[in-house]
């Protein structure tokens, strides 16, 4: 089964960097797509960055030209650099996968990650 595992979250303080890993083992087939969610508290989940079919990268506006997003794809793995952190970016961030289902990646499925605690200190 196809299975994600994060890691790279902490605590750090504002104006610190972390940079987030997350590796995919399982796959029979490549990935399509690929983004980092983030739960802050109290908050619904939401889009952080994206990677889709066509290495076009794409981020939420409130975290552009601080974090990057890219992928290491002999290593299988998705990094988040996250720079200038702020105390709003507090949260968990979770990895999501869009697995292909076959060879072509006519279909594709998505899977996530359990996620990695943040915390930026003031």
């Known amino acids: 089964q196809v299975q994600l595992v994060e890691s790279g979250g902490g605590l750090v303080q504002a104006g610190g960097s972390l940079r987030l890993s997350c590796v995919v083992s399982?796959?029979?087939?490549?990935?399509?797509?690929m983004a980092w969610y983030r739960q802050a508290p109290g908050k619904q989940r939401e889009l952080i960055a994206g990677i889709n079919s066509v290495d076009y990268t794409n981020y939420a506006d409130s975290v552009l030209g601080r974090f990057t997003f890219s992928r290491d794809n002999a290593k299988n793995t998705v990094y988040l650099q996250m720079d200038s952190l702020k105390p709003e970016d507090t949260g968990v961030y979770y990895c999501n996968v869009d697995v292909c289902s076959t060879r072509s990646c006519g279909a594709s499925t998505p899977h996530w990650g359990k996620g990695t605690l943040v915390t930026v200190s003031s």
């Open positions: 399982g796959n029979e087939f490549g990935i399509h797509a």
